[in-house]
T-cell receptor, first 113, second 115 residues
Framework: AQSVTQPDIHITVSEGASLELRCNYS??????LFWYVQSPGQGLQLLLK??????LVQGIKGFEAEFKRSQSSFNLRKPSVHWSDAAEYFC???????????FGTGTSLTVIP | EAGVVQSPRYKIIEKKQPVAFWCNPI?????LYWYLQNLGQGPELLIR????????DSQLPKDRFSAERLKGVDSTLKIQPAELGDSAVYLC?????????????FGPGTRLTVL
């Protein structure tokens, strides 16, 4: 069965520091992978997605993610975090017919000055 | 391009009362999804529509939940009667098609509180 694991429930980083949010997935075939961000009281906004090809994917707001098939991972990174990046981040795998999305439980990011 | 619109944004009701949520997807998007998001959790699919047809409602608690998508555009999700455990955020999303890997675009959600 398809599943997504985000091992870190909450992460705190200093503004300007680098960031890596972990995501592991379980899926039998080549997955479609997504990272979404959710600010308080808002819906989910797409940061980036991976379908095939280059395993390093660039997204909006300076984010990037790397697909590693051998590790079943799709970690999200940002070289320098801004205070406005504080939010909830969700990793998702799109699988099967009908574009079923399976989401992780999310990682809450706090940015300290 | 307008995004996915949902209303109301917030709703507070007493248990056993009915409640309805409305969603207007992005224009031209054939596929519409309703998700339930509990506090501290990721969204979970309730129902998926292809045009006006509900093609996946396996996760919808049909004893109290119902949904419709008349004319294949707007959609309404209803709960009757509401229970305390229904307090959550109800998200609507749409995608151009239901093809695997198609990006889903989410609305801001309706936060339901059942007292």
């Amino acid at each position: 069965a398809q599943s997504v694991t985000q091992p870190d429930i909450h992460i705190t980083v200093s503004e300007g520091a680098s960031l890596e949010l972990r995501c592991n997935y379980s899926y039998g075939a080549t997955p479609y992978l997504f990272w979404y961000v959710q600010s308080p009281g808002q819906g989910l906004q797409l940061l980036l997605k991976y379908f095939s090809g280059d395993t390093l994917v660039q997204g909006i707001k300076g984010f990037e993610a790397e697909f590693k098939r051998s590790q079943s991972s799709f970690n999200l990174r940002k070289p320098s975090v801004h205070w406005s990046d504080a939010a909830e981040y969700f990793c998702a795998v799109g699988a099967g017919t009908g574009n079923q999305f399976y989401f992780g439980t999310g990682t809450s990011l706090t940015v300290i000055p | 391009e307008a995004g996915v619109v949902q209303s109301p944004r917030y709703k507070i009701i007493e248990k056993k009362q009915p409640v309805a949520f409305w969603c207007n997807p992005i224009s031209g998007h054939n596929t519409l999804y309703w998700y339930l998001q509990n506090l501290g959790q990721g969204p979970e699919l309730l129902i998926r529509y292809e045009n006006e047809e509900a093609v996946d409602d396996s996760q919808l608690p049909k004893d109290r939940f119902s949904a419709e998508r008349l004319k294949g555009v707007d959609s309404t999700l209803k709960i009757q009667p509401a229970e305390l455990g229904d307090s959550a955020v109800y998200l609507c999303a749409s995608s151009p098609t239901g093809t695997s890997g198609d990006t889903q675009y989410f609305g801001p959600g309706t936060r339901l509180t059942v007292l």
